[in-house]
């Protein structure tokens, strides 16, 4: 199994609880990296934090919560070697793995109810990156980041 590192602002705590409970059920281990509490605070912040432990091989997969799941999106993807997609569904989370080698799942805690985001979390980290086209595409990726 492996270690998931998981984080979110003030408006993802509940989703967060909701993901983590699944994943530690399903035998991962879980790097929560908070925020603990309500007190609103910055998601580019928390973003980094779980970039960081993915690109340090702390953890193989990161996923992020915000409200829309867009904010920690777009932050997580300034991170080189990050590939981060906004989750809705079961689809999209199998294709960005199988595609894109996507390595963060976000979710809008927001805009994407609890069942809906445990079914795409399950589907994401079952599907394996298939490689083949893929790997040039992402390479290009990995080529123009910076
Ligand atoms: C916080 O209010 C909200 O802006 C944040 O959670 C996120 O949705 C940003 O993209």
């Not at 595609?99 to 390595?103: I, R, V």
């Given at each position: 199994m492996d270690t998931i590192a998981i984080a979110s602002d003030h408006a993802g705590p509940q989703l967060r609880a909701e993901l983590r409970a699944a994943l530690e059920a399903a035998g991962h281990a879980v790097l929560d990296l908070g925020t603990d509490g309500t007190q609103s605070v910055d998601y580019p912040d928390f973003a980094a934090a779980v970039c960081r432990a993915v690109t340090e091989g702390r953890a193989r997969f990161g996923v992020l919560v915000c409200g829309t799941g867009i904010g920690m999106a777009i932050a997580a993807n300034r991170h080189r070697g990050i590939r981060a997609a906004v989750l809705h569904d079961t689809t999209e989370a199998r294709l960005t793995r199988a595609?894109?080698?996507?390595?963060v799942a976000c979710f809008g805690a927001r805009t994407t109810g609890v069942e809906t985001a445990l079914d795409a979390l399950r589907a994401f980290l079952a599907q394996p990156f298939e490689g083949g086209r893929h790997e040039r595409r992402v390479a290009k990726i990995e080529a123009q980041n910076g």
């Open positions: 595609h894109n080698d996507a390595n």
